[in-house]
């Protein structure tokens, strides 16, 4: 079908969500997408920070294929093998605790939440200024922006904002806190790193109210950041994570994983959801996993995020540059709009970015970014300054 054709059915049938760019996406494979008239991108955004495996790897493909052919659904009453290794491999590789399986990120944090309401009942979530935890109810009331929340009051109770300074955070935390929730770097809030002293502050916090401290790490995880979760580098251990975006390659899922001793706080009964663990999506997130948890390959997103960042600062529209490994904002200098730069860099040179604001544009390419693909994108931008 051609765009025009898709424009007429999305204003009949699609009910209207999302501001779409004007370009239809037809394949992908590797860091690059093609539109239905064969033409080239590149893609910058890796989806919207899922495919860090890159679009099609074939090795995802391959077991999304076999599992396919084989058995796609079951439910939770019953066993299946991908479910089991996955929340083994997950554990393995990051806090040693257990793991519930669900399908995307704003599922992961709600079944977080459920978790520190579990461990401390009716007690509050502190959460952080600019924080994006998903869209559904709980989610939404633990991300404090204003456009978001306020259309759908009321909201869930018990949410606490607390401004990113340490003092803010142990005011805030006190006997009747459950949980403090934090991105160890904003994500949509606009590639905002927190320094190690407020997460420290956060963590210290949680050890004296006993609350616990969940790190929210669907768009900082599986390799994003140049260590498979970004809390590795951060040295401050969280008491459990939540991951989506990437871990299924492409496919959708989320997980909550915790530490040995949150490990069995949610009991039977407390939580549940029909297509968690789905074999097809557990098949592909064990590869994309493996893939992700190869330290040649982090090596490799650590040297390409050191020479992305340097190319952006060179630009002259460009005024300073934030994030870690692959997660990279890049602040503008007044009187350049984000909006209309990444407009323009996708319809004009063919380089999909994505704006998180009026000023700062956020690229997050597939791990597997080559050299030469960071300096092409580099100057694909570079054409569209002043
Ligand atoms: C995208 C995102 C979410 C929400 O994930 P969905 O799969 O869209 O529900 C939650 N937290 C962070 C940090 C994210 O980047």
């Known amino acids: ?35 239905e008239a064969g033409d080239e991108y590149l893609d910058f955004l890796a989806g919207i920070s899922v495919l860090n495996v890159g679009h099609c790897h074939p ?89 978001k929340q306020a259309p759908f009051a009321p909201l869930v109770p018990g949410f606490v904002v607390a401004e990113k300074r340490p003092e803010a955070i142990d005011a805030a935390v006190g006997p009747s806190t459950a949980a403090v929730l934090l991105e160890p770097i904003q994500g949509e809030g606009g590639v905002l790193p927190l320094d190690e002293e407020l997460l420290r502050a956060a963590r210290e916090a949680c050890d004296r109210a006993g609350a616990v401290l969940i790190f929210d790490e669907v768009q900082t995880g599986m390799g994003r950041t140049g260590t498979l ?103 503008l200098t007044p009187g350049t709009s984000a909006i209309e730069l990444a407009r323009r860099a996708l319809l004009e040179e063919r380089l999909v970015i994505n704006a998180t604001g009026p000023s700062s544009l956020r690229m997050e390419p597939p791990l597997i970014v080559t050299e030469s693909e960071i300096d092409e994108a580099v100057a694909r931008l570079g054409r569209l300054g002043p």
């Open 1 to 35: 079908m051609s765009l025009e054709e898709l424009q007429a059915l999305e204003r009949r049938a699609v009910i209207p969500t999302y501001l779409r760019n004007p370009v239809q996406f037809v394949r992908g494979e590797g860091v690059r997408l093609w539109d």
């Open 59 to 147: 090795r995802v493909v391959a077991a999304i294929r076999e599992q396919a052919g084989r058995l796609t659904h079951v439910s939770n009453l019953y066993y299946t093998e991908p479910a089991m290794r996955l929340s083994a491999a997950l554990a393995e590789s990051s806090l040693g605790g257990k793991v519930f399986l669900c399908n995307s990120g704003a599922e992961a944090n709600e079944a977080a939440i459920k978790l520190a309401r579990r461990h401390r009942s009716g007690g509050e979530i502190v959460v952080l200024r600019d924080a994006f935890h998903g869209r559904t109810y709980g989610a939404l009331s633990a991300t404090p922006q204003e456009a």
């Open 229 to 331: 979760w970004a809390y590795e580098q951060t040295g401050v251990v969280p008491d459990a994570i939540t991951s989506a975006k990437a871990l299924g390659g492409g496919l959708p899922i989320g997980a909550l994983i915790t530490g040995q001793r949150l490990a069995d706080t949610l009991q039977p009964g407390d939580h549940a959801s029909t297509f968690a663990g789905g074999p097809v999506a557990c098949a592909a997130a064990l590869v994309a996993l493996e893939i992700c948890s190869d330290p040649q390959l982090l090596a490799h997103v650590t040297a390409m995020g050191e020479r992305f960042a340097a190319a952006l600062e060179e630009l002259p529209f460009v005024a300073s540059v934030r994030g870690r490994g692959l997660l990279v904002g890049a602040e």
